[in-house]
């Protein structure tokens, strides 16, 4: 136990001395140069480190999944899914997947009876089925059929680019993007096994790009390679059906909900009351409607992370795509970096400058607090309220490690930066003159909040020229310091035999009572408080026995203040 106390006490007395060397080495300065070293980080990752962009991901995710307002899906678009359950019931005549094409073939030529605005396949039809070549004969006589069914291929890795045959050129839909399109160039990509599939020119890419930490937040529009425009699959729909295209690459997708959140139906159940002679279903079920044909099962590998879910269903995301560019209301995420960068300084060099001014450090926990709540507000209320995504999670993140660390410092030093006359009489030696006021307010207390008492705290210790400690005694405290609530104790000090500088004491005496009644009718709105003081003088000697006059000067200020009030009587 006694070595617990030891350690502890030398753990006080070593925080003590580290504290007081920061306060006497850094002084109040020490939040500009804390400011100045935030600012060349906040611009360095701005412009190189992109340190912050990692946290930003993180806070659309949580907003976007938590959000109040979520735009519904669009009832017009269905998802026909080759679920798990459908790839075991058709097991029995068709085997495990790939199914024969000749199920496709016949499922497309059912569908496309009853009319729908657009079938697409998040099936990615490669190569042929060699074992059964009149089934892909039939699939490709129902593809040429049709005048509204789109079909997928896939970007491979530019490092094939070299081993492709394929130019992009030769790919229907592919168009020039810049004047200077490389015409021999090739492109590794993975094109419909079927003609009549490239032929009809529907055609789009399925890739999904997910960001650095792999979670898929995005999709394309098209790539640009080479020059050549190679188009998304919603891309491609957006062009047929006059949808308009976002001119950047890329655009934030503005997701309906969860997983399963969109119109699904099983591929089985379609398909086998498609065969049956008795109709259990809707025959105008997919009337004017987008149909896409992809799978949700785990099996089949077309599973990815986004913000919603871990395990989200490729189709639905495709599906997502879709709905967005139909309705125009993908997220615009705008790139405001410079905005963002004078933000975040604003926010440090505001935050510096009220613990280099001393603002009081619970005032400036509350107004910093309640304006970056204000900011995440506004992030989340853009994201609930509008198509445009105003991300300030990196000026709210640096701002908070630069309010973290100066706060963590105030608190160290506070004792030995603020003002005091008391502490500067135990440093200084000799005989002391002192100048006591104390400035009592009476009156409702409930009109006397503190922060307006600190708010006059604060334009008093300005007012004048002379250094002075300017002190409340609030009241807290139990038994004969209640008597002394709501009091203002402001102190000067001068050299004994200072006849300036006890001058300049009294013309400080002077300003602070002028200033005074200003200032109440300034912060204190109310004719029923009373106002009085008293000015005392009297002698300390600096040095270790200070403390004790100083307690005799408050004792004899408060005697003198009362005998001069019962002669007024």
């Known amino acids: 136990m006694k070595l617990n106390v030891y350690f502890s006490n030398r753990l006080r007395l070593a925080y003590s001395k580290f504290s007081n060397g920061l306060a006497k080495h850094w002084t109040n300065k020490f939040y500009l140069y804390l400011a100045a070293i935030f600012m060349l980080f906040a611009v360095l990752d701005t412009v190189q480190l992109h340190i912050i962009s ?5 806070a659309f995710d949580a907003m976007v999944r938590y959000r109040i307002i979520v735009p519904k899906p669009d009832s017009d678009i269905v998802i026909v899914d080759i679920n798990e359950a459908s790839l075991s019931a058709m097991a029995k005549d068709y085997g495990r997947w790939p199914w024969p094409r000749l199920v496709l073939g016949e499922f497309l030529e059912q569908v496309e009876k009853q009319q729908p605005k657009a079938i697409v396949f998040d099936i990615l039809f490669s190569d042929p089925d060699i074992y059964n070549p009149d089934s892909d004969a039939y699939f490709d006589s129902a593809i040429a059929a049709t005048n509204n069914a789109y079909f997928p291929l896939l970007r491979l890795d530019p490092s094939n680019d070299a081993l492709s045959m ?22 590794a990509v993975v094109l419909p096994h079927f003609p009549a599939a490239l032929k009809s020119g529907r055609l789009g890419l399925h890739n999904i790009y997910p960001d650095a930490d792999g979670v898929a937040r995005q999709y394309i529009v098209y790539r640009g390679d080479y020059g ?20 950047a690459q890329s655009f934030l997708l503005n997701w309906r909900g969860p997983p399963f959140s969109y119109q699904y139906t099983s591929f089985h159940d379609v398909y086998t009351d498609m065969g049956n002679k008795e109709k259990k279903r809707p025959q105008d079920e997919f009337k004017n409607k987008i149909v896409i044909i992809g799978s949700t099962a785990p099996s089949l590998f077309d599973i990815k992370p986004t913000p919603m879910s871990q395990m989200h269903p490729g189709v639905e995301i495709l599906a997502t795509a879709i709905d967005n560019l139909k309705h125009d209301d993908y997220l615009r995420f ?28 619970n005032k400036i926990g509350v107004l910093f607090g309640a304006s970056q709540f204000v900011l995440i507000g506004i992030s989340y209320a853009s994201i609930n309220f509008t198509n445009t995504y105003i991300n300030i999670t990196g000026p709210v993140t640096i701002g908070l490690a630069f309010f973290t660390i100066a706060r963590l410092y105030s608190a160290a030093t506070n004792k030995m930066l603020e003002r005091s006359m008391v502490r500067a009489s135990l440093e200084r030696e000799g005989k002391l003159q002192v100048t006591l006021l104390l400035i009592r307010l009476d009156g409702d207390p409930r009109l006397l909040t503190d922060t307006m008492l600190d708010q006059i705290r604060y334009k008093l210790e300005n007012a004048g020229l002379e250094q002075k400690s300017v002190d409340i005694i609030r009241g807290y405290q139990k038994g004969l310091w209640d008597l002394f609530e709501k009091t203002f104790s402001i102190s000067w000090i001068v050299d004994e035999g200072d006849v300036n500088g006890a001058a300049r004491v009294a013309e400080d005496v002077a300003v602070v009572t002028a200033a005074f009644p200003q200032l109440l009718r300034k912060f204190i709105i109310s004719s029923d408080i009373k106002v009085s003081w008293f000015v005392h003088q009297g002698e300390v000697l600096g040095g270790k026995e200070a403390r004790n006059y100083w307690r005799g000067i408050f004792a004899e200020t408060l005697l003198r203040w009362n005998e001069q009030q019962e002669k007024t009587l």
């Open 228 to 247: 050549w425009k190679l188009p998304s699959l919603p891309a491609s729909l957006a062009r047929d059906f006059g949808w308009p295209e976002p001119a």
């Open 54 to 58: 990692g946290m930003r991901q993180e």
């Open 166 to 187: 394929v130019k992009p050129a030769m790919i229907p839909g592919v168009v020039p993007l810049l004047n200077d399109a490389q015409p021999e160039a090739t492109i």
């Open 334 to 361: 705008p790139d405001a970096s410079v905005a963002y960068l004078l933000l975040t300084l604003c926010i440090i060099w505001a935050t510096a400058w009220a613990f280099y001014r001393n603002f009081g450090r």
